[in-house]
């Protein structure tokens, strides 16, 4: 996330807005290929669940996982760039949902309330986090009793280079940050998609 946001300041300097980014951002999320659809049914969203999209980005899971979870649930926007959160912001007013929750985070720290969430979804973040054993572990007590961590991630070789990472890299981080692997879904070409929960 730090060379993330250092990129985006330097092309709002050149002359590309948040905006341009937001919607970059939303193209590729929403994109036919990375399937989302698929992505959201995986996650088993339900209704009262409080979800947090850490690195929300442009928003489009952001207002997905809002619908999903409805007004007894709670989605956390987590960002470290707040002109990016500001156009989310702006899209979930426009989308008339109000159980949104904005959080301008650290590079170091989600800022999330202690358990507070039931899934913290993590898509295209992985690669940007300067230190992901330690974040990781910091990250625990934010989740409830159950809660789990969904890891999507271009693996080697599929997207720019710096924007990915082998899966076996996340597999072992996570291990040492102390999570079990639940699930892995392989519906993604160009993505591995895992999810783990705390290690008994």
Same mark, same amino acid.
């Given at each position: ?7 985006? /300041? ?7 807005? %948040? ?20 992505? !959201?049914?995986?996650?088993?969203? $339900?209704?009262?669940?409080? &979800? ?9 899971? *952001?207002?997905?996982?809002?619908? /999903?979870?409805?007004?007894?649930? $709670? ?6 760039? %707040?002109?990016? #959160?500001? !156009?989310?912001?702006?899209? &979930? ?24 969430? +039931? ?14 054993? $330690?974040?990781?572990? +910091?990250?625990?007590?934010? #989740? ?5 961590? %969904? ?17 076996? *890299? ?6 040492? %940050? ?9 519906? #993604?070409?160009?993505?591995?998609? *895992? ?6």
């Amino acid at each position: 996330m730090v060379w993330k946001s250092m990129f985006i /300041a330097y092309l709002l300097v050149c002359g590309s807005s %948040a905006q341009y980014w937001a919607d970059f951002f939303n193209r590729d999320a929403s994109a036919p290929e990375n399937k989302p659809d698929e992505v !959201i049914s995986a996650l088993a969203l $339900k209704s009262g669940m409080q &979800v947090a999209d850490l690195g929300a980005g442009g928003g489009y899971f *952001t207002l997905r996982f809002a619908r /999903a979870v409805g007004r007894e649930g $709670k989605v956390y926007a987590v960002d470290i760039n %707040a002109e990016l #959160l500001e !156009i989310v912001k702006a899209s &979930v007013s426009e989308a008339g949902l109000s159980n949104v929750v904005f959080i301008h985070a650290r590079e170091d720290d989600s800022m999330l309330p202690e358990k507070s969430v +039931d899934l913290i979804f993590v898509r295209n973040v992985f690669h940007h986090l300067p230190d992901q054993e $330690k974040y990781f572990r +910091d990250i625990k007590p934010k #989740l409830k009793a159950g809660g789990r961590i %969904a890891i999507i991630e271009y693996k080697k070789g599929s997207y720019y280079s710096g924007h990915e990472t082998p899966e076996e *890299t996340v597999l072992e981080v996570m291990k040492n %940050a102390g999570y079990s692997l639940l699930k892995r879904h392989g519906f #993604l070409e160009k993505q591995s998609f *895992t999810i783990f929960s705390l290690a008994e």
